[in-house]
């Protein structure tokens, strides 16, 4: 079962779950849509949002829960490292 649901409500909060991301092109997160990303290495994350665009984040703080919505974190343009993926 599905840790994240979209069903079109914004969850808030910090992540009450979370699980450790491997970044693979075109391949959803096993649990799920995610509503958080945590990275604790430096640099960019290619993600696809829950509403299908794909975009390069660039410049995100290291070691702090970023609250968005997302299913897929994509290997290429992805520099940051321990990526993980939170769920509220």
Excluded: C
Excluded at 47 to 72: C, D, N, P, Q, Y
Excluded at 75 to 83: F, L
């Amino acid at each position: 079962m599905a840790k994240g649901s979209h069903g079109g409500q914004r969850k808030s909060g910090p992540p009450t779950d979370a699980s450790v991301v491997t970044k693979a092109d075109d391949t959803a997160l096993p649990d799920g849509p995610a509503t958080h990303l945590y990275i604790g290495g430096a640099g960019n994350v290619h993600v696809k949002m829950v509403g299908g665009t794909k975009v390069v984040l660039t410049g995100l703080a290291v070691g702090v829960w970023h609250e968005m919505s997302f299913v897929e974190v994509e290997s290429t343009s992805t520099t940051a490292t321990s990526i993980v993926a939170g769920y509220a």
